[in-house]
């Protein structure tokens, strides 16, 4: 069975623009969560979705958004890009909406310019 | 405030034990996870706390107690491989997933 995949793994951005990142959870997971990880950090909470449905929100700005798709994959855009947004985005999937046992994707690597 | 703490470094020694701890303040707290990432790898899963004890898997071991709002990491026989950062996380409180800052456990040969 796959794991979580997300694409692409590295992307750079200039200031002002827009970038869309993409997760497919583990097959039967319904929980998608996305993260914000900056070297030495924990990872911080951006959103999670259950069932399509969204189910938490982290302190982000209204420039982060995200959604869910029938096939439980997600996407997480970012508008109007700034450099401080320059980090590595996790995403995790779980089987039910409280996320005990997450399973990460290996990030994508986002670098704004 | 919301927020999970741990120390930020800790050293040991190779086939040694070593103690994680991690204080937490939130609200709606559920449960206590672990997770384990290694430098430039993404964060695997360590064990879940849910109730207050100890639970044990493997060379690790997690505990819980509610009252004292603070769980532990416990690793045995440490490994060099063990070199790592090491997260708890209040797996959901109220509508938000909190992350510590995470433990840097460096081993010595």
């Known amino acids: 069975d796959a794991g979580v995949t997300q694409s692409p793994t590295h992307l750079i951005k200039t200031r002002g623009q827009q970038v869309t990142l993409r997760c497919s959870p583990i097959?039967?997971?319904?929980?998608v969560s996305w993260y914000q990880q900056v070297l030495g950090q924990g990872p911080q909470f951006i959103f999670q979705?259950?069932?399509?449905?969204?189910?938490g929100r982290g302190n982000f700005p209204d420039r982060f958004s995200a959604r869910q798709f029938p096939n439980y994959s997600s996407e997480l855009n970012v508008n109007a890009l700034l450099l401080g947004d320059s980090a590595l985005y996790l995403c995790?999937?779980?089987?039910?909406?409280?996320?005990?046992?997450?399973?990460f994707g290996q990030g994508t690597r986002l670098t704004v310019v | 405030g919301q927020s999970l703490e741990q120390p930020s470094e800790v050293t040991a020694v190779e086939g040694a034990i070593v103690q994680i701890n991690c204080t937490y303040q939130?609200?709606?707290?559920?449960?206590l996870s672990w997770y384990q990432q290694h430098d430039g790898g993404a964060p695997t899963f360590l064990s879940y706390?849910?109730?207050?004890g100890l639970e044990e898997t493997g060379r690790f071991s997690s505990f819980l107690s509610r009252s004292d709002s603070y769980g532990y990491l416990l690793l045995q026989e440490l490994q060099m491989k063990d070199s790592a950062s090491y997260f708890c996380?209040?797996?959901?409180?109220?509508?938000?997933?909190?992350f510590g800052k995470g433990t840097r456990l460096h081993i010595l040969p």
């Open positions: 706390n849910g109730l207050d």
């Open positions: 097959s039967g997971h319904k929980s």
């Open positions: 979705y259950y069932e399509k449905e969204e189910r």
């Open positions: 939130t609200s709606g707290f559920y449960g």
């Open positions: 996380a209040d797996s959901w409180s109220g509508d938000k997933i909190i």
């Open positions: 995790a999937s779980s089987l039910g909406d409280r996320v005990s046992e997450a399973f």
